[in-house]
């Protein structure tokens, strides 16, 4: 395959796509292209699997293999489909409600597994789809359809969680950074194991809005202030308090992935049968 800046993935035929515009699902889209064709994966070789909501519906513009599953269950099939042909690179493309709030047991357990899948959370701090609910990464305080007078809950670190649960790799990155999201993206599924980029995006007609950002570029804005490599990041006193996150690769491990430790299992028991499996 020629240089083709990942357009040989991109399905082209039912553009424009659905997105508002502004959204920063179509960096993290082009991103995913550029690194899969960086990559040389052969389409056959690939599977995508989405969950329900804006970044869900990615799984419509590209033309590797792909299956769009249930709300908050994409890492369920992502599993199943890469325990039946552990030759397949399998990406899971979900946003922070699916991955974390109505998905966040199966995020735990895919990391605690070292499961060999690549997740690309795209995190706009709401629920796009269904009109602007908070999710478990929506930031205390903030404003969403159903958080009025701000969200009186915390939210959680999602890196931070899949790191102590188990995963390979953890990094994260914002829009305004979309070469470095391809990077991460190939660094994910070049490594065995459990990987996981969250991606900071905006969403410019539910959340951007609800908090004073009233134009994509004032979410840029935001994002290129707030969102800072480890050693700038450092360097600001309570950092995590004032809203800046750290971007980057936040951990990686080498721990053996689940279908690995599946077959040392299957040779122990064939071993012990006298060979036979
Ligand atoms: C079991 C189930 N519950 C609720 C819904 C409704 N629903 C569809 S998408 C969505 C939220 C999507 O938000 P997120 O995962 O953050 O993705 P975004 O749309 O922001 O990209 C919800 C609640 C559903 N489809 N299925």
Partial sequence: MGHTNGLAYLRTDILPNM??????NGIVLSAMLRAFEALKLEHHEVVAVS????WGKVDDYITVNALHATHGRALSFATGVKAANPRLRVLVLAGDGDGTTIGGNHLIHSARRNMDLTMIMVDNFNY???????SATTPGGRVTSTTRGGNPERAFDVCELVRAAGGNYVARQSIAEGALIQKRIEEGLSRPGFSFIEVISACTTLYGPNNGL???VDMFRQFKEKCLPKEKYDRIENAAAKGYLTTGVLHQADAPDFLSQYEAMRGRLAAAKGGRA
């Fill in 128 to 134: 796009g789809m269904t009109g602007g609910q908070y």
């Fill in 214 to 216: 009233k134009t994509p």
């Fill in 51 to 54: 969950g329900i909501g804006c």
């Fill in 19 to 24: 997105w508002c515009p502004g959204c920063g």
